[in-house]
């Protein structure tokens, strides 16, 4: 919360200071950058602005408008000795407004990831209709992309993949191709979905899984994934390296 506060206080600040200044910006013909302390200040001044741009942005997407008016106003007054409320009383304020944002933003979070869980069960419903996929009983399909006649791991085993992660809408969240780095890791450490599906390939083959969010990673919300994300992957099992070492 002080974290929010202060950024708001930031913000407030900025807007006020650019209203002060705005009379001696309109006789300003260019923004002189030659030497390293401008280039600082100027520096300064674009990452609070572009933290302030963003910081509005998300407040009207929760359907908070600030005047911006009174935000330079209040910095105005202030600056003068003559703020119209006193320091408890903006302390108060502020808290108010971090306490609805917060609030909103739980709404927002809460209603997508409603949302997010009926639309991965109407994909998966339509997708386990196509041919070639197969549904399992815990509910992981998967695609047979390409086989061999390789071994196929266990559970305690360490494997070698390349894979390709997206949402439903097609947005990438994560790729070892894009790295051009495959990943290694035991199959005992990752989300059930890939656990289970793993187990189905033999090395050298190359599969499609779609996890329904109960075997990817549920409720969470990790930014790049949403929380209740049905998750899609296009996983290349390259190597069986070794087991696992057993937990002391």
Same mark, same amino acid.
């Given at each position: 919360?002080?974290?929010?506060?202060?950024?708001s206080?930031?913000a407030a600040?900025? *807007? $006020?200071l650019?209203a002060?200044?705005?009379?001696?910006?309109?006789?300003? %013909?260019?923004?002189k /950058? =030659? #030497?390293?302390?401008?280039?600082?200040?100027?520096?300064?001044?674009?990452?609070?602005?572009?933290?302030l741009?963003?910081?509005?942005a998300?407040?009207?997407?929760?359907?908070?408008?600030?005047d911006?008016?009174?935000?330079m106003?209040?910095?105005?007054?202030? *600056? $003068?000795?003559?703020?119209k409320?006193?320091?408890?009383?903006?302390r108060? %304020?502020?808290?108010? /407004? =971090? #306490?609805?944002?917060?609030?909103?933003?739980?709404?927002?979070?809460k209603?997508?990831?409603?949302?997010?869980k009926t639309?991965?069960?109407a994909?998966?419903?339509?997708?386990a209709?196509?041919?070639?996929v197969t549904t399992?009983e815990?509910?992981?399909?998967?695609?047979v992309?390409?086989?061999?006649?390789?071994k196929k791991?266990?559970a305690t085993?360490?494997?070698?993949?390349?894979?390709?992660?997206?949402l439903l809408?097609g947005?990438?969240f994560?790729?070892?191709?894009?790295?051009?780095?495959p990943?290694?890791?035991p199959?005992?450490g990752?989300?059930?979905?890939?656990?289970?599906?793993?187990?189905?390939m033999?090395v050298g083959?190359?599969?499609?899984?779609?996890?329904?969010?109960?075997l990817?990673?549920?409720?969470r919300?990790?930014?790049?994934i949403p929380?209740?994300?049905t998750?899609?992957?296009?996983v290349?099992?390259?190597?069986?390296?070794?087991?696992?070492?057993?937990a002391?």
């Amino acid at each position: 919360m002080k974290h929010t506060l202060k950024l708001s206080l930031i913000a407030a600040s900025v *807007l $006020a200071l650019a209203a002060c200044n705005q009379k001696a910006e309109e006789k300003v %013909v260019e923004v002189k /950058l =030659d #030497t390293e302390a401008q280039q600082q200040a100027y520096g300064i001044g674009a990452s609070v602005g572009n933290f302030l741009q963003k910081d509005l942005a998300d407040k009207k997407e929760l359907g908070i408008e600030l005047d911006q008016a009174l935000l330079m106003r209040g910095f105005e007054d202030a *600056l $003068a000795g003559n703020a119209k409320i006193d320091d408890e009383k903006i302390r108060e %304020v502020l808290t108010a /407004l =971090d #306490t609805s944002v917060r609030e909103k933003q739980a709404e927002k979070t809460k209603l997508e990831a409603e949302k997010n869980k009926t639309d991965g069960e109407a994909f998966l419903a339509e997708n386990a209709k196509k041919e070639g996929v197969t549904t399992t009983e815990s509910g992981l399909q998967y695609e047979v992309l390409s086989t061999t006649e390789g071994k196929k791991p266990v559970a305690t085993d360490v494997v070698k993949v390349h894979y390709k992660g997206t949402l439903l809408d097609g947005t990438e969240f994560d790729s070892s191709y894009s790295r051009n780095q495959p990943a290694t890791f035991p199959l005992k450490g990752v989300i059930a979905g890939w656990t289970e599906g793993l187990q189905l390939m033999p090395v050298g083959s190359k599969y499609r899984f779609t996890i329904p969010s109960n075997l990817a990673y549920g409720e969470r919300d990790l930014g790049r994934i949403p929380a209740n994300s049905t998750l899609v992957f296009e996983v290349e099992l390259l190597e069986i390296q070794e087991e696992a070492p057993a937990a002391e």
